[in-house]
C-alpha cells in the first residue's frame, strides 16, 4: 500500500515534537512515495528498500556537466513533468556517459548562514551563543531542525537549535555572509534552506559517442550493476587534502539540481552498505575484527543522528565528508570491515533515558591519550550519561592508581610525561608514539603572531583554566603586554595554535619559546578507536568495548 505523501512544506520545516512520542511516530511512516525520485531526494527521512534504510548521499553539486563510467550495461530513467520516471535507456554500452543542464532556476526561498547547531535540552548553551554572536556583530536567528521520531520501538531524536546569522535571506547573500564570516573568525560554517518552491532543470543524458538519448525533468536516474565511476569527485573541501578524484559508487544515482540550480549527483545507498564504506575511512581497516565491529556500531549510529537535521533544502541527507562522515565509495570497502558490518546489522547503540530507550550520539576520536573526556568538557552543554570520561587503562597496572579517578590539576603534568603510557590506546598495535605523547614548541615571535588577532600585544603568560576528567584544557588565559584574553573550549585552543593534537596539554616556557607537552590525538569523548583496538586485542568483545565507552549503552538491532 502507498505511504501518504506529506507536504513539501513539512518535510522541509525541520518539524519536531510538541507532544509525547507515540508508538505510530515510527521512522518509516510517512517515508517518501517511491513513484517520483524529487519526493525520495527531498525527504528528511529515509526510505526503507531491501529490509533497511535507504540514504540519499551527495557525491557532488555545482557543475554544469558530469562524466560517468558504468560498469555494466547502464540502466537509466528519466523524470517527467509529472513526476514519473519513464525508461530511457537499456543495457547501455560501456563508456563514458554524460549528463549536462540544458536549462536551469534556483528554488525559492530563504537561506541563512549556520553559525552552529546545539542540542535541543542545551538552554544555557543558546543563551550563551546569542551573547557570544551578538558581541561579535553578527545578528542572530534561531530555528528548530531535527526530528523526533520512533523506530522498533526505541526514540532517535535529532531535534537541535541552529544558530542562524541573520541576513537578507537570499543565496547570493548569505554566500557572502559565509565567506566574511569565515575570513573573519575562521569558523566553518553552512548554508541553511528554507525553500518554498524546489529548484527545476532540464538535464541531458549523452552516450559515448556523444548522441543525446534523454532528457529528464530535474532528475535522471542511473543504474548499473556493479557500480558507477563518476569522475573529478570533489573531496577535502575546506581542509589541506581537498582534491578531486575518481570514485565507484554501487546501486542508484540521481543526476538532479542543486539549490543554486547547477548540476548535482546524489547516490541513494541502503545503510548497510553505506557502513562499509564509512569503517575503512574511520579505523584501520586491518584492525581486530571484534574493534571494527564497535566501529560499525558506532558509524550507524551516526548517520541515523544526523538523519533531519543536516542539508535542509538539500536534495540529499547527508553529504560525503568530514560534516557528516566521510564517505569514498566502493573503493573504501575492504574485506574484514565488510564483515564487522555483516555482523552487527542493523545495530546501533541506544540507552535507557526516562523510561525509554534512546539513541547514543556515539562520538568517537583517534586516540584518547589515556583518558576520555566528558562531552560537556568537550563542546559546552549538559552532561550526557553515557559520554562520561573514563580511564582507558587497568587501574591496577603498575602507578596508574592516582589517575584511575581522573588527571585533576596536579596530576596533568606527571601523567602527559608517563613513558611508557600503560594505556591501551598506546598498546595497540596500531599505536603512534608521536599520538599518544606529543610535543609542540613555538618560539616566542610565533607565539605573538598567533595571539596577535586577540589584541593582546606581546604574549607574557598562557595559562589553563579549568580542565576536564581527563585534563584536557577547557580555557586558556593569554596575559600579554596590553591586555588579556581567554579562549573557551578546547577546539578553539588548538586551532588557534596550529591545530594542536589535543587539549591534554601542559605548557612549559623556557628560552627556545612556549612548548606544548600533551598527549592524546582528537576531543577524547565517547571511544577512543585506538583504545578499542587494544581492548580487542586484549580479548574484549565489540559488546565489552562499546559498553566501557559509552556508559550504560549497548548494541541494538533495529532492523
Given at each position: 500500500?502507498?505511504?501518504?505523501?506529506?507536504?513539501?512544506?513539512?518535510?522541509?520545516?525541520?518539524?519536531?515534537?510538541?507532544?509525547p512520542?507515540?508508538?505510530?511516530?515510527?521512522?518509516f511512516?510517512?517515508?517518501?512515495?517511491?513513484?517520483?525520485?524529487?519526493?525520495?531526494?527531498?525527504?528528511?527521512?529515509?526510505?526503507?528498500?531491501?529490509?533497511?534504510?535507504l540514504i540519499t548521499?551527495?557525491?557532488?553539486?555545482?557543475?554544469?556537466?558530469?562524466?560517468?563510467?558504468?560498469?555494466?550495461?547502464?540502466?537509466?530513467?528519466?523524470?517527467?513533468?509529472?513526476?514519473?520516471?519513464?525508461?530511457?535507456v537499456?543495457?547501455g554500452?560501456?563508456?563514458?556517459?554524460?549528463?549536462?543542464?540544458?536549462?536551469?532556476?534556483?528554488?525559492?526561498?530563504?537561506?541563512?548562514?549556520?553559525?552552529?547547531?546545539?542540542?535541543?535540552?542545551?538552554?544555557?548553551?543558546?543563551?550563551?551563543?546569542r551573547?557570544?554572536?551578538?558581541?561579535?556583530g553578527?545578528?542572530?536567528?534561531?530555528a528548530?531542525?531535527?526530528?523526533?521520531?520512533?523506530?522498533?520501538?526505541?526514540?532517535?531524536?535529532?531535534?537541535?537549535?541552529?544558530?542562524?546569522?541573520?541576513?537578507?535571506?537570499?543565496?547570493?547573500?548569505?554566500?557572502?555572509?559565509?565567506?566574511?564570516l569565515?575570513?573573519?573568525?575562521?569558523?566553518?560554517v553552512q548554508?541553511?534552506?528554507?525553500?518554498?518552491?524546489?529548484?527545476?532543470?532540464?538535464?541531458?543524458?549523452?552516450?559515448?559517442?556523444?548522441?543525446?538519448?534523454?532528457?529528464?525533468?530535474?532528475?535522471?536516474?542511473?543504474?548499473?550493476?556493479?557500480?558507477?565511476?563518476?569522475?573529478?569527485?570533489?573531496?577535502?573541501?575546506?581542509y589541506s587534502?581537498?582534491?578531486?578524484?575518481?570514485?565507484?559508487y554501487?546501486?542508484r544515482?540521481?543526476?538532479?539540481?542543486?539549490?543554486?540550480?547547477?548540476?548535482?549527483?546524489?547516490?541513494?545507498?541502503?545503510?548497510?552498505?553505506?557502513?562499509?564504506?564509512?569503517?575503512?575511512?574511520?579505523?584501520?581497516?586491518?584492525?581486530?575484527?571484534?574493534?571494527?565491529?564497535?566501529?560499525?556500531?558506532?558509524?550507524?549510529?551516526?548517520?541515523?543522528a544526523?538523519?533531519?537535521?543536516?542539508?535542509l533544502?538539500?536534495?540529499?541527507?547527508?553529504?560525503?565528508?568530514q560534516?557528516?562522515?566521510?564517505?569514498?565509495?566502493?573503493?573504501?570497502?575492504?574485506?574484514?570491515?565488510?564483515?564487522?558490518?555483516d555482523?552487527?546489522?542493523?545495530?546501533a547503540?541506544?540507552?535507557?533515558?526516562?523510561?525509554q530507550?534512546?539513541?547514543?550520539d556515539?562520538?568517537?576520536?583517534?586516540?584518547?591519550?589515556?583518558?576520555?573526556?566528558?562531552?560537556?568538557?568537550?563542546?559546552?552543554?549538559?552532561?550526557?550519561?553515557?559520554?562520561?570520561?573514563?580511564?582507558?587503562?587497568?587501574?591496577?597496572?603498575?602507578?596508574?592508581?592516582?589517575?584511575?579517578?581522573?588527571?585533576?590539576?596536579?596530576?596533568?603534568?606527571?601523567?602527559v610525561?608517563?613513558?611508557?603510557v600503560?594505556?591501551?590506546?598506546?598498546?595497540?598495535?596500531?599505536?603512534?608514539?608521536?599520538?599518544?605523547?606529543?610535543?609542540?614548541?613555538?618560539?616566542?615571535?610565533?607565539v605573538?603572531?598567533?595571539c596577535?588577532?586577540?589584541g593582546?600585544?606581546?604574549?607574557?603568560?598562557?595559562?589553563?583554566?579549568g580542565?576536564?576528567?581527563?585534563?584536557?584544557?577547557?580555557a586558556?588565559?593569554?596575559?600579554?603586554?596590553?591586555?588579556?584574553?581567554r579562549?573557551?573550549?578546547e577546539?578553539?585552543?588548538?586551532?588557534?595554535?596550529r591545530?594542536?593534537?589535543?587539549?591534554?596539554?601542559?605548557i612549559?616556557?623556557?628560552?627556545?619559546?612556549?612548548?606544548?607537552?600533551?598527549?592524546?590525538?582528537?576531543?577524547?569523548?565517547?571511544?577512543?578507536?585506538?583504545?578499542?583496538?587494544?581492548?580487542?586485542?586484549?580479548?574484549?568483545?565489540y559488546?565489552?568495548?562499546?559498553g566501557?565507552?559509552?556508559?550504560?549503552?549497548?548494541p541494538?538491532?533495529?532492523?
Open positions: 500500500m502507498k505511504t501518504p505523501r506529506r507536504s513539501f512544506l513539512a518535510l522541509l520545516g525541520g518539524a519536531f515534537l510538541s507532544r512520542l507515540r508508538a505510530q511516530d515510527d521512522l511512516s510517512g517515508a517518501p512515495a517511491p513513484d517520483d525520485p524529487l519526493e525520495l531526494l527531498y525527504s528528511r527521512r529515509p526510505s526503507f528498500a531491501g529490509g533497511e534504510p548521499v551527495r557525491v557532488l553539486e555545482g557543475r554544469q556537466q558530469i562524466v560517468f563510467v558504468p560498469r555494466g550495461p547502464l540502466t537509466a530513467l528519466a523524470r517527467t513533468e509529472a513526476g514519473a520516471l519513464q525508461p530511457a537499456r543495457d554500452a560501456p563508456g563514458r556517459w554524460t549528463v549536462q543542464l540544458l536549462e536551469s532556476a534556483q528554488g525559492a526561498g530563504a537561506a541563512w548562514v549556520e553559525l552552529e547547531q546545539l542540542r535541543y535540552d542545551d538552554k544555557n548553551g543558546l543563551l550563551r551563543a551573547q557570544e554572536w551578538t558581541s561579535r553578527v545578528p542572530l536567528r534561531v528548530t531542525v531535527g526530528e523526533a521520531y520512533g523506530i522498533a520501538g526505541h526514540v532517535v531524536d535529532t531535534r537541535r537549535y541552529a544558530v542562524l546569522a541573520d541576513g537578507d535571506a537570499t543565496e547570493a547573500g548569505a554566500r557572502r555572509q559565509a565567506e566574511e569565515q575570513a573573519r573568525f575562521g569558523v566553518r548554508i541553511r534552506r528554507e525553500l518554498a518552491v524546489r529548484p527545476r532543470a532540464r538535464i541531458e543524458l549523452r552516450d559515448p559517442r556523444g548522441n543525446s538519448v534523454a532528457v529528464g525533468e530535474s532528475a535522471i536516474e542511473l543504474r548499473a550493476g556493479s557500480g558507477i565511476t563518476v569522475t573529478q569527485v570533489e573531496h577535502g573541501m575546506g587534502f581537498h582534491g578531486y578524484e575518481d570514485r565507484t554501487p546501486g544515482l540521481f543526476a538532479t539540481v542543486d539549490a543554486s540550480g547547477s548540476l548535482a549527483l546524489v547516490a541513494a545507498i541502503g545503510m548497510e552498505r553505506l557502513v562499509k564504506g564509512v569503517v575503512p575511512s574511520e579505523i584501520f581497516a586491518r584492525a581486530h575484527i571484534e574493534a571494527l565491529k564497535a566501529q560499525a556500531v558506532t558509524a550507524r549510529g551516526e548517520v541515523l544526523k538523519i533531519g537535521a543536516r542539508h533544502g538539500d536534495p540529499y541527507l547527508l553529504c560525503a565528508e560534516h557528516c562522515q566521510v564517505y569514498k565509495g566502493l573503493g573504501a570497502e575492504e574485506p574484514a570491515p565488510g564483515e564487522a558490518v555482523a552487527t546489522r542493523g545495530e547503540l541506544f540507552a535507557d533515558r526516562n523510561g530507550s534512546r539513541l547514543v556515539s562520538v568517537y576520536s583517534a586516540v584518547c591519550g589515556g583518558f576520555t573526556e566528558d562531552n560537556d568538557a568537550v563542546w559546552g552543554g549538559p552532561a550526557d550519561p553515557s559520554l562520561r570520561g573514563r580511564p582507558d587503562f587497568d587501574p591496577s597496572a603498575q602507578g596508574m592508581a592516582a589517575f584511575r579517578d581522573g588527571i585533576r590539576e596536579g596530576l596533568v603534568s606527571r601523567f610525561r608517563l613513558n611508557p600503560p594505556s591501551y590506546c598506546a598498546q595497540s598495535g596500531f599505536a603512534k608514539a608521536d599520538k599518544v605523547r606529543w610535543r609542540r614548541t613555538f618560539s616566542q615571535a610565533e605573538d603572531e598567533i596577535a588577532p586577540l593582546v600585544g606581546a604574549v607574557r603568560g598562557l595559562t589553563v583554566q580542565r576536564g576528567i581527563s585534563g584536557r584544557a577547557r586558556l588565559r593569554i596575559a600579554g603586554s596590553r591586555a588579556i584574553a579562549v573557551d573550549g577546539l578553539s585552543i588548538r586551532r588557534l595554535f591545530n594542536l593534537n589535543s587539549g591534554m596539554f601542559v612549559e616556557r623556557d628560552r627556545a619559546g612556549w612548548t606544548f607537552a600533551g598527549g592524546g590525538w582528537g576531543h577524547g569523548s565517547g571511544m577512543c578507536q585506538t583504545g578499542a583496538i587494544g581492548r580487542a586485542e586484549k580479548g574484549a568483545s559488546r565489552e568495548i562499546l566501557w565507552y559509552y556508559s550504560g549503552a549497548a541494538v538491532r533495529i532492523y
